[in-house]
């Protein structure tokens, strides 16, 4: 069982920045992407960002690239998204999340099997 506890969030000004970040287990880190997807009122769910434990390279959705970045901490067992220039269209609840499979965030037929409890991050003046 991999479990992913989240971390950060909040309330933020438009331009502002934040930092989420998922704490897991060395072995999940190695064998498995990681990243966040989220979810807005009304909206579908959308795949946001995540590193890929095979190649290391990292997916951004293109409404976040250039403004949020992925990075894998190996000391604590951690996966952190840096959140910068926030919009208020990037208010949303934040799941971390681990797959098998990298096509994942931009494929629904993948599965992903571990989801973390989820976290607000609301962007308002």
């Known amino acids: 069982q991999v479990h992913l506890v989240q971390t950060g969030g909040g309330l933020v000004q438009p331009g502002g920045s934040l930092r989420l970040s998922c704490v897991t287990s060395?072995?999940?880190?190695?064998?498995?992407?990681i990243g966040w997807f989220r979810q807005a009122p009304g909206k579908e769910r959308e795949g946001v960002s995540c590193i890929s434990a095979r190649t290391g390279n990292a997916y951004y959705a293109d409404s976040v690239k250039g403004r949020f970045r992925i990075t894998k901490d190996r000391v604590e067992n951690m996966v952190h998204l840096q959140m910068n220039s926030l919009k208020p269209e990037d208010t949303a609840v934040y799941y971390c999340?681990?797959?098998?499979?990298?096509?994942?965030?931009?494929?629904?037929?993948?599965?992903?099997?571990?989801w973390g409890k989820g976290t607000l991050v609301t962007v308002s003046p």
């Open positions: 999340a681990a797959s098998t499979y990298d096509e994942a965030w931009v494929d629904e037929n993948y599965d992903i099997e571990y």
């Open positions: 060395a072995d999940a880190l190695d064998t498995l992407a």
